[in-house]
T-cell receptor, first 115, second 111 residues
């Protein structure tokens, strides 16, 4: 089975530009998570969805960040406008979400560089 | 106090030795506990999950959970240079599907 798929794998953009990151979760998984990882702050949860509905977006840094999950197979994380401090690796993860079982499987990540 | 705490390391062990990685957590109601391995430049990879007190073994890996003391540990037997990576402890806090991650312990296995 295919794992979590993310695109693009690398993104270099200039400050002020819009950036869209994409994720396809593992088929059959009903929970999807967006994380950001930096050396300074480690792995931080940005937002997660359950059955395509956003459940907790308290980790989204500010209004420049938005996330959508229009169906069970696709999610986007958008940054508009981007800033240099947004440079990080962004991971998408999914889990089956059955009661008591929350094992999450990560995608390969998108390395974002904002100049 | 951080929600999930790990010693950042590096923890250096010789090849063939047992590596012991520790993690403490603050939410006493936490129910699920995970260890992820992350190689440099790669994504976290799930290697162990544990849900009840005691030990759980999988090959060279043993996870240990003590809810009364609020700690989780990971033992790696017969450590290999290929085990050199950062190990992340993750905890499922009460009422949340999302995991809270520690900052990771960097393990170096010396040939």
């Amino acid at each position: 089975d295919a794992g979590v798929i993310q695109s693009p794998r690398h993104e270099v953009t200039e400050m002020g530009q819009e950036v869209t990151l994409r994720c396809k979760p593992i088929s059959g998984h009903n929970s999807l998570f967006w994380y950001r990882q930096t050396m300074m702050r480690g792995l931080e949860l940005l937002i997660y969805f359950n059955n395509n509905v956003p459940i907790d977006d308290s980790g989204m840094p500010e209004d420049r960040f938005s996330a959508k999950m229009p169906n069970a197979s696709f999610s986007t994380l958008k940054i508009q406008p981007s800033e240099p401090r947004d440079s990080a690796v962004y991971f998408c993860a999914s889990s089956l979400g059955a009661s008591g079982l929350y094992e999450q499987y990560f995608g390969p990540g998108t390395r974002l560089t904002v100049t | 106090q951080k929600e999930v705490e790990q010693n950042s390391g590096p923890l250096s062990v010789p090849e063939g030795a047992i590596a012991s990685l520790n993690c403490t957590y603050s939410d006493r109601g936490s129910q699920s506990f995970f260890w992820y391995r992350q190689y440099s430049g790669k994504s976290p990879e799930l290697i162990m999950s544990i849900y009840s007190n005691g030990d759980k073994e999988d090959g060279r890996f043993t996870a240990q959970l003590n809810k009364a003391s609020q700690y989780v540990s990971l033992l790696i037997r017969d450590s290999q240079p290929s085990d050199s990576a950062t190990y992340l402890c993750a905890v499922n806090r009460t009422g949340r599907r999302a995991l809270t991650f520690g900052s990771g312990t960097r393990l170096q296995v010396q040939p």
